[in-house]
């Protein structure tokens, strides 16, 4: 992705969140520069160590429009507390799927997250069990939890959210989303996030984007920290 798309995306993603009345911390607001500065003074080591702030991603195939999604990591417990089971052990993401966009099918290792459709058009999700190898089971029926209720579904079958509605996927659980008829706002509610190690893809595919630095950043992406904050 060119840096300008990546800043184009940032802008548009902003006006879509902030039109829902939700209010992006102010972490979110700091230039490179400040960022930068911040971390060499120590005083940013949480928003770092934690990958906290801006992500957006095209799984690494160049076509963000078909298949990518946008990310604003909140907040990230600690993989210390989770493996002490005690303390900051969940994480919370604010996300825009865009209309027909594709967030391809994958499943985590350790993160039991809450899906939410925060606002605007339908989520569509594809939702598979695991066989015994870990693969999408392809006649295996798939339960989850919407909202406190169980639904079951057929392998392959898709679950459609309205504004309001949840979903709460467990490790093992795979599953591809995307919006229906519109752009929809998604909030993420889990389990202590690693989107270096937890994520395990159907398609030999990319988590993160090759950015080809075209213009300055209007902010940096959490994928930016190990280059820009050494």
């Known amino acids: 992705m060119k840096r300008s798309d990546v800043n184009r ?4 993603a902003d006006a879509f969140i902030a039109s829902f009345g939700f209010v992006l911390p102010p972490f979110a607001r700091l230039k490179p520069a400040e960022l930068v500065a ?3 003074r120590g005083n940013v080591s949480g928003i770092v160590d ?7 991603t095209d799984y ?5 429009d078909e298949m990518g999604l946008f990310l604003f990591t909140v907040r990230n417990g600690s ?3 989770l493996a002490a089971g005690r303390g900051m052990c969940y994480a919370e993401k604010i996300m825009i799927s865009r209309d027909r966009q594709m967030s391809p099918m ?7 997250e809450d899906i939410i459709n925060r606002g605007g058009a339908t989520l569509a999700l594809e939702l598979f069990s695991s066989d015994d190898d870990g693969n999408p089971d392809p006649v295996a029926d798939v339960t989850v939890w919407c909202d406190g ?3 079951n579904l057929r392998a392959g079958e898709i679950l459609r959210l309205a504004p309001g509605e949840s979903v709460t996927l467990m490790p093992g659980d795979w599953h591809a989303f995307w919006g229906e008829d519109g752009d929809v706002l998604i909030g993420e509610v889990s389990t202590v996030n690693d989107d270096l190690t937890d994520n395990v893809f159907r398609e030999p595919i990319g988590r993160f984007s090759t950015i080809e630095e075209d213009v300055e950043p209007t902010h940096l992406l959490v994928s930016d920290y190990d280059t820009w904050l050494t």
Request: proline share 3%; net charge positive; aromatic share 6%.
């Open 50 to 56: 934690a990958r906290l702030g801006w992500d957006i």
């Open 9 to 12: 995306i940032m802008a548009e």
């Open 60 to 64: 690494g195939e160049s076509r963000f």
């Open 79 to 81: 993989q210390v507390d």
């Open 106 to 112: 994958h499943r985590h290792i350790v993160k039991a």
């Open 149 to 151: 209720q169980p639904r």
């Open 38 to 40: 911040s971390h060499r």
